[in-house]
């Protein structure tokens, strides 16, 4: 009995020293585990000022203190906007850039960006260095939502241009005209006032033109249009390509879909393969706004009231300028006030002009023959301009006349090589307008 009890207790004195060792094992392993896994931990490290310049300040960040909207150890960031009469020398003074760096930038910028074209209202980021002299090491210019321009002091004194990340999203709007509404009323109540002017405006200039009088849209006309929008750091900016449209117009449907015959530009066609557009291409720019329409106003250098034969299509210099028609180049020089120009004869009855051009596309001269949307040149600022466009004029028997006014002749339809393309592309478009109805 004795022995039993012996070997009882060993056995218990046993089971309690290994559960105890166990656990303490256990609490060991936890622990070097805990400690291993914090060692582990990767710190993340800040965005460079390169990455801050192309991706913009952290969507997590706050401001640190009042002008700073990001700081890390070696750099802040300050954004602002200009104000009106404010020169890029009266922003960089205050960041401690010299007036002899202001002149050097001047110098590294006059091919890239004339520094006279800061505008107010835009937007800059200022990013400059913590210690105690907290002077800029880069100022970025926001030209548009998309672009901006880069004026560095780190090394050497250099300036460069960068566009944003786009980013595409499809969406589909559809609506009817009410009483006393329009198509601007329709769409905005659908979209926002933000979206709707570009999407108006492209529906009328680029695709209806030529088949819809906008101002005679009636109460009941109806519409659906399946569309991209385009958006950087999640910021609307614009609305992109429009693949399908249906317009309904005192009880006429149009039907438009977009296809891309021609590598240069894409046409819309109705669903028999009937072209929308004329003969003439309706801009010489693609997705160009008009900031000057044809007639009277007031010259922008001279100051004095006269006519204006043609229309300004505003556009960043270098963007390609194509030929609305097919016809034969009959000058292509300098010409007075119209700066670089070329003048293209498209039969007896009809010539277009295009001025202020940047330069000529290579090889285009006196006597050459270009086609309907062949690029002839690049928007610029030369002769008396006060800042890039291109200056368009349409002449009907040497009479200048109002290019949108126009009845032009009509375009050739679909090729018949393009037929299957075209109609597969159709009832993919029309099945994902008709889904959406559903």
């Known amino acids: 009995m004795r022995k039993i009890f012996i070997f009882t207790l060993i056995a218990f004195v046993t089971s309690i020293l290994f559960i105890y060792c166990n656990s303490k094992e256990n609490d060991t392993t936890k622990l070097t585990s805990e400690k291993s896994h914090e060692s582990e931990k990767i710190k993340i490290a800040p965005p460079t000022i390169d990455e801050i310049i192309e991706n913009g300040v952290p969507n997590d960040s706050n401001k640190i203190k009042e002008g700073v909207s990001y700081e890390t150890d070696e750099f802040s960031v300050i954004e602002g906007v200009v104000n009106p009469g404010q020169a890029i020398s009266h922003i960089l003074g205050k960041y401690n850039i010299s007036n002899a760096d202001i002149y050097k930038l001047e110098q590294a910028s006059k091919d890239i960006f004339d520094l006279r074209n800061i505008q107010s209202g835009k937007r800059y980021t200022v990013i400059c260095s913590k210690d105690s002299n907290y002077i800029a090491q880069c100022f970025v210019y926001q030209k548009s939502k998309t672009q901006y321009v880069v004026f560095d002091f780190r090394d050497t004194i250099s300036v460069r241009e960068g566009e944003k990340e786009v980013i595409t999203?499809?969406?589909?709007?559809k609506g009817t005209i009410n009483q006393g509404g329009g198509l601007w009323y329709s769409i905005s109540k659908k979209l926002g006032e933000e979206k709707a002017p570009a999407l108006v405006d492209f529906l009328a200039n680029n695709i209806y033109a030529w088949s819809i009088d906008f101002f005679q849209i009636q109460a009941k006309d109806s519409f659906i249009v399946y569309f991209e929008e385009k958006y950087v750091e999640n910021e609307f900016v614009g609305i992109g390509k429009v693949y399908a449209a249906s317009f309904t117009h005192k009880g006429k449907i149009i039907n438009a879909f977009r296809f891309k015959e021609n590598e240069k530009y894409a046409d819309y066609f109705d669903e028999n393969g009937n072209n929308l557009r004329s003969a003439f291409l309706k801009s010489p720019i693609d997705f160009a706004r008009v900031s000057s329409g044809f007639g009277h106003r007031k010259h922008p250098i001279s100051g004095k009231w006269k006519k204006h034969n043609g229309v300004d299509y505003a556009a960043r210099t270098g963007t390609p300028i194509m030929s609305t028609a097919s016809g034969t180049v009959t000058f292509a020089a300098r010409k007075g006030g119209y700066g670089n120009c070329i003048i293209v004869k498209h039969n007896e009855k009809y010539t277009t002009l295009y001025a202020h051009l940047s330069k000529f596309k290579k090889g285009?001269?006196?006597g050459s023959y270009v086609k309907q949307?062949?690029?002839?040149?690049?928007?610029?600022?030369?002769?008396?301009?006060?800042?890039?466009?291109?200056?368009?004029?349409?002449?009907?028997?040497?009479?200048?006349?109002?290019?949108?006014?126009q009845e032009l002749p009509a375009s050739l339809p679909l090729k018949d090589e393009n037929t299957e393309e075209f109609n597969k592309l159709r009832n993919e478009y029309t099945e994902i307008l008709q889904n959406f109805v559903k």
Do not use: A, Q, R
């Open 169 to 173: 999203k499809t969406n589909i709007v």
């Open 364 to 366: 285009i001269s006196k």
């Open 373 to 405: 949307g062949d690029v002839i040149g690049y928007v610029g600022s030369t002769g008396y301009s006060t800042g890039p466009h291109l200056h368009y004029e349409f002449m009907v028997h040497g009479k200048h006349v109002d290019p949108f006014k």
